[in-house]
């Protein structure tokens, strides 16, 4: 799926959870489109939800904020939201001290661990 000019990614719907794989720059261009599609996929289901920004080459301050917004709609609906992170998402996360909110996870296999736990 093809979000912006400069994000792209991939979803996988499993039976209790979907990952994405994005590509990209996670920024004010592609933030309005990137938060309404993932927005519009949590809606759908299921609830808990895996962001693979490990590909991810810059993540901007709009960028975070959406993050912060999918997040909380994903509790809302007692769901979760993960992300695999890189040196540079978590560099920029924790910047901002929001690593343990945003649930960082250092692979997509322990994401997917820790939705079985849920």
Do not use: W
């Not at 993960?82 to 909110?101: A, C, D, G, H, Y």
């Amino acid at each position: 799926m093809t979000l912006t000019v400069s994000l792209r990614g991939t979803r996988e719907v499993k039976n209790n959870y979907q990952l994405f794989r994005l590509t990209g720059l996670l920024d004010a261009f592609s933030e309005a489109t990137f938060r309404k599609v993932l927005s519009k996929c949590i809606d759908e289901g299921p609830k808990h939800v895996i962001l693979d920004l490990s590909q991810i080459d810059f993540v901007d301050s709009s960028g975070l904020g959406a993050l912060v917004q999918l997040v909380k709609k994903a509790q809302t609906l007692e769901g979760t939201l993960q992300i695999v992170s890189n040196p540079r998402v978590t560099q920029t996360v924790k910047l901002v001290r929001l690593e343990k909110f945003l649930s960082l996870q250092p692979s997509v296999d322990e994401a997917v661990k820790n939705v079985k736990d849920a």
